[in-house]
Each structure stands twice: as C-alpha cells, then as structure tokens.
T-cell receptor, first 114, second 111 residues
Framework: DVKVTQSSRYLVKRTGEKVFLECVQD?????MFWYRQDPGLGLRLIYF???????EKGDIPEGYSVSREKKERFSLILESASTNQTSMYLC?????????????FGPGTRLTVL | EDQVTQSPEALRLQEGESSSLNCSYT??????LFWYRQDPGKGPEFLFT???AGEEKEKERLKATLTKKESFLHITAPKPEDSATYLC????????????FGAGTRLFVKA
C-alpha cells in the first residue's frame, strides 16, 4: 500500500514565524501535491510537483513556497505565517504522466497560527 | 473554469435507508471523476475513478455512476460505519494534473 506521511499532525505557530511542513511518500510516485482544507471550501490546491525540482502553482499559492529536492519528499514552506493560514494541510501523491489516476493522501497537519 | 458542486451538504439517514449523493461538474474535457471518503481528522481515501458517461463502479454498499454533467454515489442499506464526508473531484484536459474538489457531503448514518 502507498503510504504518505506528514511530519506533524498538529502544529501551533506564531504570526511571522517561518513554518515547514514536510511530506514523504514511499511508492516512487512522480506527482506530489499540497492542499489546504477549510470548512465549506473543500480542498484547494496550493502547489504541485510532477518531477524532482519541478513545481507548479495551484489556485492559492500566495504566501507559500515549496521544495522538492528528492522524488519522495515535498515540503511546503510558509515564509511568514499569518492567522489566515490557520487550516488543515493535506499532502498527496499520484503515479505520474499519462495516468488519470487517484491521489493518495497523508493524514494531514492541522496548523494553528496565533 | 472547471467546477464541482456537491449536494446535499449534509445527509442524515437511518441504518438501512438507501440514498444518493450528487456531484455536478463542469470541465473542459473530462479525464477522470473521482470519489473519496474522508473520516474526521484524516486524509481522504480513494474510492472510485470514472472516466466516461455511462460507466458504473461498485464497492460493497457503494455504487458510483457517471453522466456527462453529474455523478451519483448511491449508498444501499447504509451502516453507521459509512458515516463520513464523501468528496467528488474532477480532472480535466486543460489543467495538467490539477484536480478540482467539491466541498463534500457529510453523511451521518444512525443505528
């Protein structure tokens, strides 16, 4: 089974702090994604990556950056955390080019910015 | 613009009371429509992929169907353990690997 792990389940940070959320997948998937999930809004795509060192902006990239130095690891960075970035963050992976296939999700990180 | 709308927002059923969840979508060239289940405090878990109108897939008490404008997730004789949020998502031809998710339907099944 594909396993996607995220570095923290719960995180509390202060406004202005730099925040790192890490995600690791163990099935050699090409694609990796970062979403945030807020009540009533569903999952919104922040960034995705279809190859090592490649990244594409999603629908809400402002205030975020990403890093993918290794195929299995995709990091989300909040350069200067703000209270409106309090949310559930979900990482996902999928197989890759040519596949209209499902995404496998991690357990999520619930981030609170005070 | 690709869009997914799910209804109802919440659905309360008695155990054994069958019903359907709706997912209406607009997309430029459907590559795939996905259903996921999400339990509280967890990440979504994949259920089905549908690729073309007329396609149907089943898994235990769940059956997903697809038309050119909407998909239904039919739940037959639900049990309390089917309580969860069900998410619908679409992937179109113009978005690369982008997948657009609906806001979900929260299902509560009472024993």
């Amino acid at each position: 089974d594909v396993k996607v792990t995220q570095s923290s389940r719960y995180l509390v940070k202060r406004t202005g702090e730099k925040v790192f959320l890490e995600c690791v997948q163990d099935m050699d998937h090409e694609n990796m994604f970062w979403y945030r999930q807020d009540p009533g809004l569903g999952l919104r795509l922040i960034y995705f990556s279809y190859d090592v060192k490649m990244k594409e902006k999603g629908d809400i990239p402002e205030g975020y950056s990403v890093s993918r130095e290794k195929k299995e690891r995709f990091s989300l960075i909040l350069e200067s955390a703000s209270t409106n970035q309090t949310s559930m963050y979900l990482c996902a992976s999928s197989r890759g080019a040519g596949f209209q296939d499902e995404q496998f999700f991690g357990p999520g990180t619930r981030l609170t910015v005070l | 613009e690709d869009q997914v709308t799910q209804s109802p927002e919440a659905l309360r059923l008695q155990e054994g009371e069958s019903s359907s969840l709706n997912c209406s979508y607009t997309v430029s060239g459907l590559r795939g429509l996905f259903w996921y289940r999400q339990d509280p405090g967890k990440g979504p878990e994949f259920l089905f992929t549908l690729y073309s109108a007329g396609e149907e897939k089943e898994k235990e008490r769940l059956k997903a169907t697809l038309t050119k404008k909407e998909s239904f997730l039919h739940i037959t004789a639900p049990k309390p353990e089917d309580s969860a949020t069900y998410l619908c998502a679409v992937q179109g031809n113009t978005g690369g690997f982008k997948t657009i998710f609906g806001a979900g339907t929260r299902l509560f099944v009472k024993a």
